[in-house]
């Protein structure tokens, strides 16, 4: 692909400085040293999950070339923001044609990289598509207010400006939808970005910045640096960032969105998960088992919005049965495989966590309805492959409950009512979303209404809204106060100016110190 250097046998990620893909002179891993990236010096590796071959080397970028990105993106705003908002919108009608006409290579590498496969690849790129024709048509909710006539002779107007730099740091999980949260209603709110992506999934965001360039952007409006932790600080200290937007785990955000703050920026951070499904006897079984199977093991089970709890009301416990077959006749194989419903956890190290936390709770007191432990993919011995697995009558202390599981896990509990089952999901610390399925409306006004979590579906098992409306994970899951996208993302992404005009149609006197007591 356009962002591997394929001189040498091994391949090197090269970041995206001023519209060049460049390579890093991190050698050393991070270092500070000034020699190219060699075999024995990277920083981090990405590896096929489903095979652990070697796809290529992330440098961790020096502090000179992230200082000169953000310098590079400081530079662009200045003439970026002056640029006529129809024709920053021209360009992202020009960027969503590029995105569908490269999706199969999008995909390719998605799939390649994170391991999720080519039919969910495609849904990843199709949800951040949606941000970026959101943003074809951007200006109207980047209008202010006025308001004539204040007093007298007098009126207002607010403008929304764009911040200035601002930074997007990336989850492994969803390497196309998460940059385009970002990128997309960043730049044409008029702002520059400097664009972290997951050291795992790099690929994706410099295929997504080799097409923006090809649609017309500006050099320099969208830096990509590459590094871990190391980079992320540079990031939250950086004077001339203004904003952060995170999408990751608990332990990195929670410190982001610390880190941050104490240095003066604003911070958007979607977190982590534990996202609860209600089965009321009234719903529809067939139905509904077929939607929790696809919810809770679609792309491995590794989304945030991932059905990974399930609280069956009164007699739907029997209906785990059915839950069983039904997730006994998914395949498990390599994402590039298209008979494969679902692939490889992202590392190794990840899937001895999910198998731990899988006999962890079995010894807590789950019962193991499904083992999907220990699973060898026949053409793919060394992937990093677990199988769906169901523990059922889970008590809420178990640890597959209190922790985010992030693998082909659904965790079942039981409840004698519903009012029981809003309990568990009101304690539960996280707040990204749930699901309830029923048949009775008051059922469903009384759960929308007493449940305290951002994103609720009612018979929708992953209800991720739409680019008009905003992703509202709430308590542990979100930190910040405007989410992303829709207005709340607008508001992220600009800032307001009011302008107070007086053009006095006679002489007036100015001729008091006091403030004034009427208009
Ligand atoms: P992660 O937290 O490990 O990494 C996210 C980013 O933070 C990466 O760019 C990484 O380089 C950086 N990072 C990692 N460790 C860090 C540290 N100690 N300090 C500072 N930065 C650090 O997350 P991940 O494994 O890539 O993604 C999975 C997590 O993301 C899950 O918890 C999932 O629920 C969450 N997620 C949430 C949403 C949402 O919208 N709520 C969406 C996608 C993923």
């Keep these: 692909t356009k962002n591997i250097d394929d001189t040498s046998d091994i391949n090197f990620y090269k970041y995206f400085q001023n519209g060049e893909f460049v390579s890093s002179r991190s050698g050393g891993g991070g270092g500070g040293g000034e020699e190219l990236l060699t075999s024995t010096n990277v920083a981090y590796t990405v ?104 007093g007298t002779d007098m009126d207002c107007i607010s403008y929304r400006e764009p911040i200035g730099v601002c930074a997007g740091i990336c989850a492994f999980n969803f390497p196309a939808m ?7 209603l960043c730049v044409t709110a008029g702002n520059t970005m400097v664009l972290k992506p997951s050291e795992k999934t790099p690929g994706t965001s410099m295929l997504l910045a080799s097409l923006l360039k090809d649609s017309g952007l500006p050099d320099g409006v969208l830096q990509i640096v590459h590094g871990g932790k190391g980079m992320v600080d540079k990031i939250c200290t950086h004077p001339d960032i203004q904003a952060i937007s995170f999408v990751g785990g608990n332990t990195a955000g929670e410190y982001v969105f610390n880190e941050g703050h104490r240095n003066g920026k604003r911070v958007q951070a979607n977190l982590g998960a534990k996202n609860h499904a209600v089965i009321l006897e009234d719903s529809n079984r067939e139905q509904v088992v077929k939607a929790i199977a696809g919810a809770a093991f679609g792309a491995a089970g590794q989304r945030c919005m991932a059905l990974s709890t399930l609280i069956f009301v009164g007699s739907t416990k029997e209906w785990i049965h059915d839950l069983v077959e039904d997730a006994k006749k998914l395949k498990v194989g390599a994402g590039l495989d298209i008979t494969s419903d679902l692939g490889p956890v992202i590392t190794p190290e990840s899937k001895i966590r999910v198998e731990n936390i899988i006999t962890e709770a079995i010894e807590q007191g789950a019962t193991l309805s499904l083992d999907g432990r220990g699973l060898v ?65 008051s059922a469903a006004r009384k759960f929308t209404h007493g449940i305290n979590v951002g994103q609720i579906g009612i018979n929708v098992p992953i209800p991720v809204p739409l680019p008009m409306f905003s992703f509202t994970g709430s308590r542990r899951s979100m930190k910040g106060d405007l989410n992303f996208y829709g207005k709340s993302g607008v508001q992220f992404y600009t800032k307001m100016k009011t302008v107070t005009s007086l053009w006095p149609s006679k002489d007036i006197s100015f001729g008091t110190v006091n403030f004034p007591s009427d208009s």
């Design 47 to 150: 590896k096929n999950p489903a095979t652990q071959e070697i796809i290529g080397h992330v440098p961790e970028l020096t502090t000179d070339e992230f200082n000169c990105a953000v310098s590079l993106a400081e530079d662009a705003f200045q003439e970026w923001k002056l640029v006529p908002v129809s024709q920053r919108q021209r360009i992202m009608l020009e960027y969503q044609n590029k995105i569908r006409d490269n999706t199969e290579e999008l995909a390719y590498l998605i799939s390649l990289e994170n391991g999720k496969t080519l039919a969910d690849a495609k849904g990843d790129i199709f949800r951040g598509l949606e941000m970026v024709e959101s943003a074809t048509f951007l200006a109207p909710q980047l209008q202010g207010d006025s308001l004539q006539g204040i």
């Design 178 to 184: 998460i940059p385009l949260w970002m990128i997309p």
């Design 377 to 441: 993919v026949d053409d793919c011995p060394n992937g990093n492959f677990i199988g769906p697995t169901i523990l059922s009558q889970v008590k809420t202390d178990n640890v597959c409950h209190t922790e985010e599981i992030f693998g082909p896990v659904l965790v079942c509990l039981e409840a004698d009512t519903l009012d029981d089952a809003m309990d568990i999901i009101n304690n539960n610390p996280f707040g990204n979303g749930c699901a309830l399925f029923t048949g009775s409306g």
